[in-house]
């Protein structure tokens, strides 16, 4: 059985890939901020789930995650799932709300990469989840210029890393996923029906998390029905 950290599981996709890594029996480290939603993950466990409240833009947090792992010598998969996201024309958006999306969506994962480099080994994988938005060549929608910026920056941080750790046997992926009936879609799109369900997704990232490294790396992939879902 592996070790499976899953930031941004307290609601969701990060929360059902927790549930279903779990369901798999595999022991899954699950984040987020959200002290109740993750104490109802737990309670939908066998107990193979370990919640940890966590800011990841926070070096408190981060200090917490680390302890958190403490007694386990490997993490076997990391999925960076934790993200945000405003819908607002370029020409209003503010410098926080940009510094925002660049803390969350991209330097949270380079910082809790860092904190977990000791416990990867050959064999581990690292899976950024990107958007369609931070594909390149993609439709792009107006009003996620923050958004789609950071995950397109999360997608070449992919590549590199890739070239990195290639030498110690470490993969890194981006999945590039497309529209997720999620409570973030709600948000940004209120109204919009999405083709794909969390927990359908779920399934697809768990499986991908720990099953491809064995045959991909650096790769940025889209994850979507079409363009520009
Ligand atoms: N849904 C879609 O259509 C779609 C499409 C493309 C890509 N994606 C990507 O897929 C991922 C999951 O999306 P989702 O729709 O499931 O989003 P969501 O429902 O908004 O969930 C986001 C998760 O991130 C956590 N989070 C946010 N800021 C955090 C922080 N500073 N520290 C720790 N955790 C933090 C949230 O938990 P707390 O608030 O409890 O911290 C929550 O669990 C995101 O990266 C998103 O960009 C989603």
Redesign the pocket.
């Known amino acids: 059985m592996k070790n499976i950290v899953i ?9 059902e890939t927790a549930k279903y890594c779990s369901q798999l029996g595999h022991t899954v480290f699950a ?4 002290a109740d ?1 993750l104490s109802k993950l737990d309670k939908e466990s066998s107990g193979n789930i370990i919640t940890i409240k ?4 926070t070096a408190e ?1 981060l200090t917490r995650v680390s302890n958190s792992l403490q007694h386990i010598s490997r993490v076997d998969v990391l999925i960076n ?5 405003i819908n607002k024309p370029f020409l209003e958006t503010t410098n926080e709300e940009w510094q925002h999306h660049i803390d ?2 991209l330097l ?1 994962v380079v910082k809790l990469i860092k904190t977990l480099y000791a416990k990867f080994e050959a064999g581990s994988h690292i899976v950024n ?5 931070g594909f390149q060549g993609s439709v792009k929608f107006p009003g996620l210029s923050a958004y789609s910026t950071s ?1 397109g920056a999360l997608a070449i941080l992919t590549e590199a890393l890739s070239t990195e750790f290639a030498g110690a046997g470490i993969a890194v992926n981006c999945l590039c ?4 009936q ?4 709600n948000d940004a799109f209120p109204g919009y029906s ?1 083709p794909v369900q ?1 927990d359908e997704m779920a399934k697809f990232i768990s499986e991908f998390g720990l099953n491809s490294h064995k045959y991909m790396n650096g790769k940025i992939l889209p994850v979507a029905l079409n363009n520009p879902e």
């Open positions: 930031t941004g599981a307290s609601r969701g996709i990060g929360y984040i987020a901020r959200s939603k966590a800011d990841l833009t947090g799932n934790a993200g945000t996201l969350v969506n949270s989840i990107g958007s369609m938005g995950k996923l497309g529209a997720v999620t409570e973030m879609l999405a969390p």
